[in-house]
């Protein structure tokens, strides 16, 4: 049974740092893509972060570049997310996910994604 479980938020200051973890088992995923997406009240699903199954490649929502980092330990089937310089519009329930098909290329639309985790609740104060 494949399970993706986030961890790592909180209440952080405008300007501060957190770092969002998902620990994933239940699939061999080092040959899976994988992302992050949040969801703020009232709004929808939003692409975040992707990361290739190697971790050679990334790609960012334009809200974010420059600010966020994704990274993964494939030996610890582990995806990290690294936010800096956090604003308000940051606020969110942030989720972690899979992709359905292995080696695949980035993608921002949540379809093509096939197990999210539970999410993390990160809010950021003004």
């Known amino acids: 049974q494949v399970q993706l479980v986030e961890s790592g938020g909180g209440l952080v200051q405008a300007g501060g740092s957190l770092r969002l973890s998902c620990a994933a088992s239940g699939r061999t995923f080092r040959v899976y893509g994988m992302a992050w997406f949040r969801q703020a009240p009232g709004k929808e699903r939003e692409f975040v972060a992707h990361i290739s199954w190697s971790g050679v490649s990334t790609d960012y929502a334009d809200s974010v570049k420059g600010r966020f980092t994704i990274s993964r330990d494939n030996g610890k089937n582990t995806v990290d997310l690294q936010m800096n310089s956090l604003k308000p519009e940051d606020t969110a329930v942030y989720y972690c996910?899979?992709?359905?098909?292995?080696?695949?290329?980035?993608?921002?639309?949540?379809?093509?994604?096939?197990?999210w985790g539970q999410g993390t609740q990160v809010t950021v104060s003004s």
């Open positions: 996910a899979v992709q359905s098909k292995p080696f695949r290329a980035s993608s921002n639309d949540p379809v093509e994604y096939d197990y």
